[in-house]
């Protein structure tokens, strides 16, 4: 038996060793947000923070998640109330078919995390492993940028 903290809460589970977090959170708990695409650790689209830091959900064994925090798409709302992240892609346009949006957000999140004012350079590095399809990454870069500037003014 695994325990597992997911989003805030904590879930036990009876893991046969080989599932990998990606598997356990769409599979077996419904995190859908949590994307499946390359399973080869290529596009980010399985993104999730481990204790504020983005990982790949697709490379990590589950039973090895026991005491960290782990935070999906769906964690990072508190309730109906988006993150300015979240906030910031919707008002830039930055989330065209949706896909790579929650691996994009969460690796944003992860970089503003370290770093609360990162340069657009510092951005483009942050998010280097997430594959748009849309090629949509000016507007992303962009929404990256003005939630900077919300999470700056939420402070004051």
């Known amino acids: 038996m695994v325990k597992l903290r997911i989003n ?3 879930y036990e589970l009876d893991l ?3 599932e990998t977090l990606l598997e356990i959170l769409r599979d077996h708990l419904g995190f859908t947000g949590t994307k499946t695409a390359c399973d080869d650790a290529e596009c980010g689209a399985c993104s999730v923070l481990i204790d504020g830091v983005q990982m790949l959900s697709c490379l990590i064994l589950a039973c090895d998640m026991e005491g960290k925090e782990i935070t999906t798409i ?3 709302s508190e309730g109906e109330k988006l993150h300015p992240i979240q906030e910031a892609f919707l008002e830039k346009g930055a989330v ?4 790579c949006i929650p691996g994009m957000v969460l690796s944003s999140k ?3 995390n370290k770093n609360p004012n990162p340069s657009r350079q510092e951005i483009k590095e942050a998010l280097d492993g997430n594959i ?3 090629a949509g990454y000016q ?6 940028e003005l939630a900077v500037e919300k999470i700056k003014k939420n402070k004051k």
């Open 132 to 134: 748009c399809r849309c």
């Open 8 to 10: 805030n809460k904590f």
């Open 139 to 144: 507007k992303i870069f962009e929404a990256v």
């Open 74 to 76: 769906e964690g990072l």
């Open 16 to 18: 046969k060793g080989n």
């Open 110 to 112: 992860s970089l503003l």
């Open 96 to 99: 065209q078919c949706g896909f």
